[in-house]
């Protein structure tokens, strides 16, 4: 019983900020690794960010670098995605990931962000 809930998506104009959050249940989560991807309709999903199980590694698409920062409260079973200075190209759906140990990986429902120009 895996669930991963995405949410703090929304609609904001260029050069804001969201936050957006992904609270875990049914894993053990300091053993997951976690990452957020986002997807535009027509296009392949592509890795955001990602932070290992501890939160002492992470790393960022190079076009967020500067601009995303991904971190998680395992007392909260929740990683974080902060954007800064959003862009229209930002504009996608973000889905939360949970990877583990042998190659399992488990997704959200995913949140939209919608950057305005």
């Known amino acids: 019983q895996v669930h991963l809930v995405e949410s703090g998506g929304g609609l904001v104009e260029l050069g804001e900020s969201l936050r957006l959050s992904c609270v875990a249940s049914g894993l053990t989560f300091s053993s997951a690794g976690m990452s957020w991807y986002r997807q535009v309709p027509g296009e392949e999903r592509e890795f955001v960010a990602g932070i290992t199980g501890l939160g002492t590694q992470s790393n960022y698409k190079n076009s967020v670098k500067g601009r995303f920062t991904i971190s998680r409260d395992n007392a909260k079973n929740t990683v974080y995605l902060q954007m800064n200075s959003l862009r229209p190209e930002d504009t996608a759906v973000y889905y939360c990931?949970?990877?583990?140990?042998?190659?399992?990986?488990?997704w959200g429902q995913g949140t939209q962000v919608t950057v305005s120009s």
């Open positions: 990931s949970a990877r583990f140990l042998m190659g399992q990986e488990y």
